[in-house]
């Protein structure tokens, strides 16, 4: 029997990269013979957020109170992705950026059959390579280089398509109670919210 996951995230979200990885790893014990099918749906942790980003520092100072406790924050999650052998390098991020048409053609990429692909490249991108995603071009060299087609991505974002879906999630997220990501529905009947351990993932498939 398959079982089914649900991946409510962010991809500026550096939590919902640990949370995956987590997540692989329990796949990778339990999926012996019962396939586990992943499907990732939209969050966005910034909303509001412009259309071209905002400088990190400036964003983080006015979340957080001031760069050094930001800084603090960074060194926590540096230290947890080792552990998960993710390398965040978040000296090399400049700016946070509008997730929307990142969303939009993780939406795409699903229809595509190439979706954990492009989020995992998403994921590497911002986080270890510190590149703009909210950069239109860069973003669709991100996806393509993941195995999307070029020309169905640049169709994708001068059009309006995967924004009805991006819509369709916030109002599940809201009557599921999601005020926080990475949060997870498997089999559409257990939820865990947070970037859980291993062991909580696969006592949710037992």
């Known amino acids: 029997m398959s079982k089914s996951v649900e991946v409510i995230s962010d991809v500026i979200c550096p939590w919902c990269f640990i949370g995956k990885r987590r997540l692989e ?10 396939e586990v099918r992943v499907r990732w749906l939209p969050f966005q942790l910034n909303p509001t957020m412009p259309k071209e980003g905002i400088l990190r520092r400036e964003y983080r100072i006015k979340k957080f109170g001031s ?11 540096v230290a947890v992705g080792e552990s998960e052998e993710i390398h965040f390098a978040f000296d090399r991020i400049e700016r ?8 939009r053609l993780i939406w795409l990429a699903e229809q595509e059959g190439v979706q954990n692909a492009v989020v995992e490249a998403l994921f590497l991108a911002y986080f270890r390579e510190g590149r703009d995603i909210s950069n239109r071009q860069t973003l669709i060299d991100v996806v393509v280089e993941a195995g999307l087609d070029r020309k169905k991505a640049d169709l994708l974002l001068v059009g309006t398509d995967g924004l ?3 819509k369709e999630a916030e109002v ?7 005020d926080g990501v990475p949060f ?23």
Do not use: C, M
């Open 25 to 34: 790893k329990a796949i990778s014990v339990f999926d012996r013979g019962q």
């Open 67 to 77: 760069w050094e406790r930001s800084q603090e924050l960074d060194a926590n999650v």
């Open 96 to 103: 946070t950026p509008n997730s929307v048409d990142a969303h």
């Open 164 to 166: 009805q879906a991006i």
């Open 172 to 178: 599940k997220n809201r009557e599921l109670g999601v």
């Open 184 to 206: 997870f529905v498997v089999n559409d009947k257990i939820t865990l919210s947070g970037a859980q351990p291993t062991e909580s993932f696969l006592e949710a498939f037992r």
